[in-house]
């Protein structure tokens, strides 16, 4: 997959935030975007799934242009920074709704055997961080877009989750600020 985000430009009422900007993501790579608080990487990402109106943009599958949001597609899966898994729902339930394996998961990260029967808030935040990154990184979407999905995260999970991140990669065109 060829995936392109081209002539983007949004304004808020405080100014212009976003101006020709240009995207590219392929399946088998991992495309990063950097820059300081405040300069629209966020934004970007929503616009891309589909949540945030600009005033103009293009995307692009494979030269093929995609009119409605992506989300409206199936092809996409966004990690925002917020959490966005209810607390009050157990853990198997969420990875069941994901269609996402749990032993999968547990070979993984060993140390969340336990919590299977567990609710969301029973979690740290990091660890609920990491459940979230995992369900959308295993998800079956093409396009994964990740919001500062490191956030919280020990530098033992990081390193862990690198690693799954790299192996989907391999079939997934990933986003990632």
Request: net charge positive.
């Amino acid at each position: 997959m060829l995936l392109e985000l081209d002539n983007v430009e949004l304004s808020f009422s405080d100014g212009l935030l976003l101006n020709g900007i240009y995207l590219k993501a392929e399946t088998g790579k991992i495309t990063g975007i950097l820059g300081p608080n405040g300069c629209g990487k966020s934004s970007l990402l929503q616009i891309l799934f589909g949540s945030l109106n600009p005033e103009h943009r293009l995307v692009r599958i494979d030269g093929k242009p995609f009119l409605k949001p992506l989300y409206t597609y199936g092809v996409v899966k966004y990690l925002p920074q917020n959490n966005f898994i209810p607390t009050h729902l157990k853990i198997s339930r969420v990875f069941k709704f994901y269609e996402v394996s749990w032993e999968d998961f547990i070979n993984d990260f060993e140390n969340f055997a336990d919590f299977k029967n567990a609710t969301v808030k029973e979690v740290s935040g990091g660890e609920r961080r990491l459940m979230e990154a995992y369900l959308i990184m295993k998800s079956k979407a093409q396009l994964i877009l990740l919001d500062e999905p490191f956030t919280h995260l020990s530098p033992v999970y990081i390193e862990k989750f690198t690693k799954i991140l790299r192996k989907e990669a391999k079939s997934k065109a990933i986003i990632m600020t």
